[in-house]
């Protein structure tokens, strides 16, 4: 099983610039999230999915924007690249909160490295 | 709000040595406890969880017993291996949020 697949796994961009960064899970799990981290400052939500159709603002939503395109797709977007968002990016996705929901882990992908210069 | 606090890190240790990281949480309502590993340039993988007090999530040697009365989960291991080395990270989800809240991490390194 795939689990969640991230895409790309590194990418360069300089200020200014813009991208997207594509997750799609094959679990059928209803919540999607993606995370930023960086070195000691652990795990950082940016925005979250609880479900198709609907997305919420995280911790860290600032210069950020997402689109859950399906049940099986959530896209993280960069607008206007900033050397601040040099991190490593993280979607997991996880069973909705409701019974027994709530019992279960998220699942990670492999993360996306991101260097803004 | 719900949080979970680990101990600081990094924790450095002899192969063979006995191993604790100590994580404690806030929870407005009643968590089920992880503890996910990241191993250098990888995603956060889960280790073990917990759903309900007194239970114990064990996996490939660790262990963690889920205590209500101290809202503690520390993560154990008898014997470490270089291969342990990695960053670990307590997490809980309850069910009055959508999201995971995690720990900070702590970076285990262990020594030949």
């Known amino acids: 099983n795939a689990g969640v697949t991230q895409t790309p796994k590194f990418q360069v961009l300089k200020t200014g610039q813009s991208m997207t960064l594509q997750c799609a899970q094959d679990m059928n799990h209803n919540s999607m999230y993606w995370y930023r981290q960086d070195p000691g400052m652990g795990l950082r939500l940016i925005y979250y999915?609880?479900?198709?159709?609907?997305?919420d603002k995280g911790e860290v939503p600032n210069g950020y924007n997402v689109s859950r395109l399906n049940k099986r797709e959530f896209s993280l977007r960069l607008e206007s690249a900033a050397p601040s968002q040099t991190s490593v990016y993280f979607c997991?996705?996880?069973?909705?909160?409701?019974?027994?929901?709530?019992?279960?882990?998220?699942?990670f992908g492999d993360g996306t490295r991101l260097s803004i210069l | 709000g719900d949080s979970v606090t680990q101990m600081e890190g990094p924790v450095t240790l002899s192969e063979e040595a006995f191993l604790t990281i100590n994580c404690t949480y806030t929870?407005?309502?009643?968590?089920?406890l992880f503890w996910y590993v990241q191993y250098p340039g990888e995603g956060l993988q889960l280790l073990l969880k917990?759903?309900?007090?007194?239970d114990k999530g064990s996996n490939k040697g660790f262990e963690a017993t889920y205590r209500k009365e101290t809202t503690s989960f520390h993560l154990e291991k008898g014997s470490v291996q270089v291969s342990d080395s990695a960053v670990y990270f307590c997490a809980l989800r309850t069910y009055n949020n959508n999201d995971m809240r995690f720990g900070a991490g702590t970076r285990l390194t262990v020594k030949p």
């Open positions: 929870a407005t309502g009643y968590p089920s």
């Open positions: 917990a759903t309900k007090a007194d």
């Open positions: 999915s609880a479900s198709e159709g609907t997305t």
């Open positions: 997991a996705s996880s069973e909705a909160r409701r019974d027994p929901g709530w019992r279960q882990p998220q699942h």
